[in-house]
């Protein structure tokens, strides 16, 4: 009898689910938005500039969103923190670490009815987005400055991981350094770490000993363009202007800017019109944006400007066919005149000219 | 400078803040207590020796901040273990989560300050040695702090009366206090000393290893020192050894990195952790008898009522 009852119960609320479910595609009027981070918010790199993107939600929504985040959450520990948004009602929730892919996917398929967005993945579902940035736009132009600005020829990669999105930046780096400097060599520190100030000041720093002067990062603190302006030799900022850090070595930063597809997406939400879709906006789009040109010749700022303007208008592409292996055949040119957007995203080789090799 | 030198250079300053909060540890687990909240005491450390430093301008008033702030985080801890006697795994690990988050909210002014890097000090005549002058006679205050505090605890816990005091009360509470020795208060006083190294390591982090304040900037390394304790088996010479290990294995693997030697960086970052268990066991086993943890280590001492 009792299990009975249970059951009619259980069927009731399914029944009330399922019309929810129904209702989902409305207009809402006001809606709760998660964030995830992979770092402090305080990191003055990724996940502050995610935290920016947060506030602008704030500030464009008013009371129609209420916005929570999560930061320094593992990677590896990641589902828990995403499941536990998820069951508090939040109805969008962006994880914004590459990590994070597949414990999105896994929460996502528990809760279809809300609303993921994942940074810098692949894997999408009917709840799942997935949105990036081109930095590699960005990273080109800073290998321009550095290939031109560089006394001893050698210039410094402070990577994370070897991962696609990395390994994309290293090679669109090393690229704009080659197009102004032929034979320019590039020396790459794994620091396996997104965060960890003081390793990447050592792996900056090791760098510079073995005579680097220019020095790029791909790892989130401003550790390492401050061993550059220790030494008196030259960085870029990553994710966010790092000036203040490095105020003499800063040649220009790499500025993620989520601010205004945040928004968009939020809207979406609120509209009851967002849907599943790859968004990958770059210098053009306004999700990259580089700090002022500083501490350079003019014409090397000149030189950057212009490589800006290109970029954004279209007129170039970093890469631009054709690109050669480091074994000197040339790549399938899958895209327009240019790898294709798959190739970019899962990019796993590094180009003619790097003379290290990827770890596996 | 020789590339040689700089290495070296390096390896010294990543080794100097976990030999410190290591020697803080290995004082108050030699007296019989584990403290496992090194990181958040660490991470306390960092930030209120950061803001200190940035708001009085002052690299002496941080320091003394941060061996203060790891020295409240101890009496906090010993309030717990000693006080009612409570798990002493528990607390230790409700100390690194509570840490890691107060740090956070004390520092949270002072995400984005910077501080100038703290000069080395010359000691005249021995830095112009060639060579080893530079590397062992221009270093800052905290690294020759470091080693001198590794012989003074060394020569303490082996050659006075009180360090043998605390070294008995570590291996047997019962038998110390039926000899009418003051087992609570030698224990608290060796929390505090942990504590107080603890935050001096975490100083050394902010002011001058990156010379800026984040959250969890500490980044584990609060860790790693319980962990070098338990290899060096409790001894301060091995610690030294160590934690030096430890500090080269880490910045050579990245310039084993930047000179492109075709090892697969995963392997050369697990490497500094491979080095330390294999060196300090190759000194175990050479010294001929198994050392272990105090006797009393990690039990709760409840006096006789």
Same mark, same amino acid.
């Given at each position: ?47 502050? %500039? ?27 520990? !990641? ?233 954004? !208008? ?11 292996? %480091? ?34 | ?13 990543? /080794? ?86 107060? /740090? ?70 019962? /038998? ?37 304040? /984040? ?91």
């Amino acid at each position: 009898m009792f299990s009975r009852k249970l059951f009619g119960a259980f069927a009731g609320v399914a029944l009330a689910a399922l019309s929810a479910s129904g209702a989902m595609a409305q207009a809402k009027d006001k809606i709760k938005v998660g964030f995830i981070y992979v770092g402090p918010v305080g990191d003055h790199g990724w996940s502050y %500039q995610h935290d920016q993107g947060r506030q602008a939600i704030v500030k464009a929504l008013g009371d129609k969103v209420e916005t929570t985040f999560v930061e320094s959450v593992p990677e590896a520990d !990641s589902e828990r923190a995403i499941e536990q948004l998820a069951r508090t009602g939040h109805d969008l929730i962006f994880t914004t670490s590459f990590g994070f892919m597949e414990p999105t996917l896994k929460v996502a398929r528990k809760y279809p009815n809300i609303k993921f967005e994942h940074a810098t993945g692949f894997k999408r579902a009917p709840n799942v987005s997935t949105y990036a940035a081109k930095f590699h736009e960005g990273r080109y132009i800073i290998g321009q400055i550095a290939g031109k600005m560089t006394k001893s020829g050698v210039i410094g990669y402070v990577g994370a991981f070897p991962i696609p999105e990395v390994i994309a930046g290293i090679n669109a780096f090393y690229l704009g350094a080659q197009s102004v400097n032929p034979d320019v060599k590039i020396k790459v520190v794994w620091a396996n770490t997104w965060y960890d100030p003081a390793k990447e000041g050592d792996a900056a720093k090791a760098l510079l000993d073995q005579g680097v002067d220019m020095l790029a990062q791909h790892t989130d603190s401003p550790a390492p363009i401050q061993a550059a302006e220790a030494r008196g030799k030259f960085g870029f900022g990553q994710a966010s202007d790092m000036e203040r850090f490095a105020p003499k070595a800063q040649l220009t930063a790499i500025i993620d800017d989520w601010s205004d597809y945040y928004i968009a997406r939020a809207k979406a939400v609120l509209d009851g019109t967002w849907k599943s879709e790859d968004t990958w906006g770059g210098l053009a789009e306004h999700m990259v944006v580089m700090s002022p040109y500083k501490n350079m010749p003019d014409d090397v700022k000149k030189m950057a400007e212009e490589t800006e303007a290109a970029i954004r !208008s279209g007129a170039l592409n970093p890469f631009k066919c054709p690109i050669y292996g %480091q074994d000197g055949k040339e790549i399938e040119c899958k895209g327009n005149g240019a790898l294709s957007d798959e190739q970019v995203l899962g990019m796993n080789f590094y180009v003619k000219g790097i003379e290290d090799k990827i770890p596996q | 400078m020789t590339t040689f030198e700089a290495i070296l250079l390096t390896i010294v300053t990543a /080794s100097t803040p976990l030999l410190i909060a290591a020697l803080g540890e290995l004082v108050t687990e030699r007296s019989g207590v584990l403290n496992l909240g090194v990181e958040g005491m660490m991470a306390m450390g960092a930030a209120c020796s950061f803001a200190a430093a940035v708001t009085f301008d002052s690299t002496l008033i941080g320091v003394m901040a941060g061996m203060m702030a790891g020295a409240l985080m101890a009496a906090l801890f010993a309030l717990v273990v000693l006080g009612f006697a409570a798990n002493q795994v528990g607390s230790g690990l409700a100390l690194t989560i509570f840490g890691l988050g107060l /740090s956070g909210l004390i520092g949270a002014p002072f995400v984005g300050a910077r501080r100038d890097p703290v000069p080395p000090v010359d000691i005249p005549g021995l830095s112009d040695i060639p060579f080893i002058g530079r590397l062992f006679f221009e270093q800052d205050l905290f690294v020759y702090s470091s080693v001198a505090l590794t012989i003074l605890i060394a020569l303490y816990l082996t050659r006075t009366r009180s360090g043998l005091t605390l070294r008995s009360i570590g291996e047997n509470h019962t /038998s110390a206090n039926a000899l009418g020795l003051p087992v609570l208060r030698v224990r608290f006083v060796a929390i505090l000393f942990g504590g107080a190294c603890a935050g001096l390591a975490g100083a050394y982090l902010a002011l001058v290893y990156t010379r800026f304040w /984040s959250p969890g900037m500490t980044a584990g390394r609060g860790w790693i020192a319980l962990a070098l304790v338990v290899f060096a088996a409790w001894r301060p010479g091995w610690l030294l050894i160590g934690a030096y290990i430890f500090g080269a294995a880490t910045v050579l693997q990245l310039h084993a990195q930047a000179a492109q030697f075709g090892v697969p960086s995963q392997v050369l970052s697990a490497v500094p952790y491979l080095a330390t268990i294999l060196a300090l066991l190759l000194l175990s086993l050479r010294h001929g008898r198994a050392v272990g943890a105090p006797g009393s280590l990690g039990a709760p001492f409840v006096p006789d009522r």
